[in-house]
């Protein structure tokens, strides 16, 4: 605890906010080129098999990238586009794949939240 003196001589620091997403250099979205596809299993409580990319973005970065929803059809060398945004249950995922844009479909019968995998509505 500090005392009155030294609240009145010294100033506030404030901390510095840690950057989540490096890659993305302060940017929403960044496109990329799939170096591989490949399923992870996620951490203690869950268990599945989670489908995701490695990713070699536009500045060269290369990075881990989850695809949501069901079904996609990514293969070597694919052109997508990556968000901000982790998968939970994966260590060192921090990114997500945009649905529906360049090479990467979208979600086949999606009613509800579609917006986030790239559904428009009929």
Not at 29 to 36: F, P, V
């Amino acid at each position: 605890m500090s005392t009155i003196n030294q609240v009145l001589r010294l100033k506030r620091i404030l901390k510095k906010k840690k950057n989540k997403v490096l890659a993305l250099q302060q940017n929403p979205h960044k496109k990329g080129i799939c170096l591989k596809v490949f399923t992870m299993t996620p951490k203690k409580p869950n268990s599945a098999l989670r489908k995701v990319v490695r990713v070699k973005l536009t500045n060269n970065m290369r990075i881990t990238a989850h695809v949501p929803g069901e079904g996609h059809n990514l293969q070597e060398y694919s052109i997508v586009l990556i968000r901000g945004g982790r998968a939970r249950d994966l260590p060192s995922v921090r990114y997500k794949v945009i649905r529906g844009k360049y090479d990467l479909e979208p979600v086949r019968n999606r009613k509800t939240r579609r917006s986030k995998y790239g559904i428009k509505k009929n």
